[in-house]
């Protein structure tokens, strides 16, 4: 059997992997960790990267590692836990200030397997791997009975949208994510 391509995260990949989803994340990032930067944003990230019960824990994220460390990362998790992730989150991030006001703006579809986010350090980047690593994904969605993968796209990122079109996702609807229109896309898995 060959080697898979991607591996469970572990805390550990904090340094490398963090940076790499907060790019990704983007505005929603900023917004969640009110930060002015991305890397301002990183702190609150890694915090919530090392821990478990959140959406953007190293427990829903995958990375590519071919024994250097981390360069490139994906957060992925089923449609429906979407709901109790995002309560978890906002509570552990209420408890440090309870002004917050965190709207709760869905996603994912409940039937699909969600990429959440993906990244790819920018030495590596256009060389396949981001494609390599939503095949290994959506064949592990497959594998655990998922029929279909979904993911958003801002409309502000066209060339990304023309990844995710060339592998087989097609746009079925429209998501506001931190204030900007975004494209849900799916793609049957069978
Ligand atoms: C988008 C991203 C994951 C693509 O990773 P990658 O490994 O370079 O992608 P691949 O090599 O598999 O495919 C390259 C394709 O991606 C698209 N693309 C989008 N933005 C790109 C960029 N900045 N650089 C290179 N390709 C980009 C192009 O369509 C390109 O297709 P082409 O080779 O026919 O021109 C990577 O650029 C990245 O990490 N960007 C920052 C984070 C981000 O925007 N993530 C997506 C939103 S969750």
Known sequence: MPEPLLRQAHPEDADAAVPLLVEAMDAQALQLAGAGSLRAA??????????????????????LDQGGGAVAAILAY??????????????LLRGRDPSRVLPYEPESAPDEYYLDALAVAPSQRGRGVAAQMIEAMCAEALGAGHARIGLLVDEAKPGVKRLYEKLGFAVDGERMLAG???EHMV???R
């Open 180 to 182: 900007r229109r975004h």
């Open 78 to 91: 089923p449609g429906r836990d979407e709901p109790a992730l995002f309560a978890a989150t906002r509570a």
């Open 42 to 63: 990183w702190p609150l990230f890694r915090e919530l990267f090392v821990g478990r019960d959140n959406r953007y824990s190293h427990a829903h994220v995958r990375v």
């Open 187 to 189: 793609r049957p898995l």
